[in-house]
């Protein structure tokens, strides 16, 4: 494939060659510092997800001083927006000519990045979008599996729907259920991905025995729940499932207890991630479960500075006042993979060697091992997707009316340690 | 039974809309000014509540209460230092500044307050429920409609029965007349404007106790505020609740039919309403 930018390579190279001072190129690329560019959420909406992006950078640039690498990042802010996430990212390279990028947070981040990076020909790892959404997301047609093309330049790690699945119906397999399921599905990238008939969540949740209600796709920052839980209490759903935005799954959870709804169990993603959103709903949190991808008690440890999940939990905590959270976890994981890859690259600034470097990446990080070796993925993504394992956790409130999150759940990754059993919602 | 369902939740959630829609209708209708700020001012309503709530330990309704003269002045001071030097033939600035102040408010949430999301938290009134047979309703919802109403009520008292209501009527007829009777439109602009920021703040306090709100949420709850103004008629703070209590039921009763159709029927209703009115349904006055 001919990029814009392969072409202006290949003709600036050539251009020197005739110019007869070709000897100075490699010199002067050893010296160069290696640019990385990071594109995340750092304001808007989906801020939660960058929180940790401070304490990251401030320990990456320490380790690189500690380690003599001359790596310089260039962090780029997408304002929680995918039109200005493709723009920062076209900026990033083209204005500061950076060799390897980094991105992460939310299908909304991801997508516009590595869709610029790949035309671009400019290798980008990401990390925290579920793969289908990602891999399927920026394909052409995302409706027509046999036109999907794998990525050359675009790499990334986290779980997959799949891993959903199994973890939630593992989760309500522990409860004495009739098997019901509500689906809170919005007209989003999350939601139409979950909610649809073919490739979303129902599928599998029938394979595990499951029932799924979907009334529908409705608008985010909706004010009124009372159709879905009409529905809900029609189907008689035990069980509440979505992928929902915090301030929604609080009006449709308090509209659902004023007029009388109350499921046995309530399995949400997104809406459930952060402490401060499950501490909002006060007593009413209790028991609310959710997908686990991060957590202080998660057994791995740093490839770059050797701590553990609880060190970095707690460093971040002294470092900002504010309790740990899951994104922790992975923008650290992200850097770690970077270094990685700078390290065993031959020329950092070759952009197809470091894809290849990319992809022989076989590494233990504080998230779990990142390899691209197409393990649990299907074939057509097995070039561009590598999983990291995924647990249910259900948040406990304390005494003091904070909430903890408790693991609940390790079928799909026994390494992971539990902390208790899945409990009924009162 | 499940339409009498749909239907009074309809009514319930127009009553939140009207209550976010009066402060507007009440500036809108006297001084002709659109305020394009008017949700993040909500929202700065609800994070003024917050500073209360975590400051004193006071219950969200208290707080509220503690809240309001705070308000009344921010309103006023931004009436007579900034939009009062913009109101003019001319209908372009103030639209320009409302918009701008938008950016600033969320701004500075986001700077003082990061995106997280926060929430008034009134106790267990928030999940309470009221079996009234044929229906089961939500207390705080409930609370949000009488509200509703006793803020359209208190507006129109105010409005048709006392002296400063005269004022605000006649400015808003004729601003040149009334100054001849001794009335001056910028301090009755302002005093408009602060008491748009006590309806802000009874809003604000449903708002944040009825979901969670950061920085960023105003202008998602701007747009039906503007379409309960426009389908109850400028100016007409009764035709504010009953356009409110038109776009809830309207979407209510879309949900039901297909969740997609939600939002969408809210806004269909608004169109039929402006194709057959398009004054409104209880216009005010002739201009």
């Known amino acids: ?426 | 039974m499940m339409w009498i369902d749909t239907l009074v939740q309809g009514v319930l959630l127009g009553g939140l809309y009207a209550l976010f829609a009066a402060g507007l209708s009440l500036v809108f209708g006297i001084m002709r000014l659109v305020n394009l700020a008017h949700g993040d001012l909500i929202v700065l309503g609800a994070y003024v509540i917050l500073i209360i709530v975590s400051a004193l330990g006071l219950n969200p309704f208290l707080a509220a209460l503690v809240a309001l003269p705070i308000m009344f002045t921010i309103g006023w001071v931004l009436q007579r230092v900034v939009l009062n030097r913009v109101l003019g033939e001319d209908i372009l600035p103030p639209l320009l500044v409302t918009f701008g102040l938008s950016v600033v408010i969320q701004n500075a949430l986001m700077q003082g307050y990061s995106a997280d999301s926060q929430r008034l938290r009134p106790g267990p009134i928030e999940s309470a429920s009221l079996d009234l047979g044929v229906v089961t309703v939500g207390v705080m919802p409930l609370l949000t409609f009488a509200s509703a109403v006793v803020v359209i009520v208190a507006l129109n008292q105010l409005f048709y029965r006392t002296a400063l209501g005269r004022a605000f009527r006649a400015t808003s007829d004729d601003p040149v007349t009334a100054q001849l009777m001794g009335i001056k439109p910028a301090s009755v602009f302002a005093m408009a404007t602060g008491i748009a920021m006590i309806v802000v703040t009874i809003a604000a306090m449903y708002l944040g106790m009825r979901a969670n709100f950061d920085p960023t949420i105003g202008p998602a709850r701007l747009i039906y505020a503007f379409e309960a103004v426009i389908i109850g008629g400028l100016g007409s703070l009764w035709g504010t609740l009953v356009g409110g209590v038109i776009i809830g039921v309207a979407q209510t009763v879309g949900a039901a039919i297909n969740l997609e159709w939600q939002i969408l029927a809210g806004h269909v209703a608004f169109l039929v309403v402006l194709a057959f009115r398009p004054r409104g349904l209880f216009p005010r006055a002739n201009d």
């Open chain 1, 1 to 426: 494939m001919i990029t814009r930018r392969r072409l202006i390579q290949s003709t600036a190279a050539s251009g020197l060659v005739l110019g007869a001072s070709g000897l100075a190129m490699p010199a002067l690329a050893q010296n160069r510092a290696i640019k990385i560019g990071y594109v995340s959420p750092q304001t808007g909406p989906l801020a939660g997800f960058a929180e940790a992006d401070a304490y990251t950078l401030n320990m990456f640039t320490r380790r690189m001083a500690e380690e003599g690498l001359n790596v310089e990042v260039v962090v780029k802010d997408s304002q929680s927006n995918p039109n200005r996430a493709a723009d920062v990212a076209q900026e990033a390279i083209i204005s500061d000519e950076v060799h390897l990028m980094l991105v992460a947070s939310t299908p909304e981040t991801t997508n516009p990045v590595a869709t610029v990076c790949e035309n671009e020909g400019i290798p980008v790892i990401s990390t925290k979008a579920p793969w289908q959404p990602f891999f399927i997301g920026q394909q052409g047609n995302p409706g027509n599996p046999e036109s999907w093309r794998p990525f050359d330049f675009a790499f990334h790690y986290f779980w997959g729907l799949e891993d959903v699945i199994a973890v939630f119906t593992n989760m309500w397999n522990q409860l004495d259920t009739n098997m019901q399921v509500g689906g809170l599905f919005p007209n989003d990238a999350d939601g139409n991905a979950w909610g649809d008939p073919e490739v979303g969540v129902a599928p599998g949740f029938a394979a595990a025995g499951y029932t799924t209600v979907d009334p529908g796709r409705y608008q985010n920052l909706s004010d009124d729940f009372s159709a879905q839980i009409n529905a809900f209490r029609q189907a008689n759903a035990e069980i509440v499932t979505g992928v929902v935005i915090p301030p929604d799954f609080t009006t449709f959870w308090n509209q659902a207890r004023q007029q009388g709804f109350i499921p046995k169990a309530a399995t949400v993603a997104k809406a459930i991630l952060f402490p401060q959103a499950v501490e909002a709903l006060g007593e009413n949190g209790h028991n609310l479960s959710s997908e686990v991808w991060w957590s202080r008690n998660h057994p791995f440890t740093s490839s770059l500075t050797g701590e553990s999940a609880a060190d970095l939990a707690d460093g971040f905590t002294e470092f900002s006042g504010r309790p740990w959270t899951q994104p922790i976890g992975f923008v650290h994981s992200l850097f770690e993979v970077a270094t990685d890859v700078i390290k065993r690259a031959d020329d950092p600034t070759d952009p197809e060697g470091v894809a290849e470097t990319i992809a022989a990446t076989n590494l233990n990080t504080i998230v779990g091992r990142v390899a691209w070796n197409g393990e649990g993925v299907p074939p057509f993504a097995a070039q561009n997707v590598c999983k990291t394992p995924l647990v249910g956790g259900q948040w406990r409130r304390q005494d003091d009316g904070s909430y903890d999150l408790t693991i609940v759940d390790n079928q799909t990754a026994p390494d992971i340690p539990t902390g208790g059993q899945m409990e009924e919602i009162s």
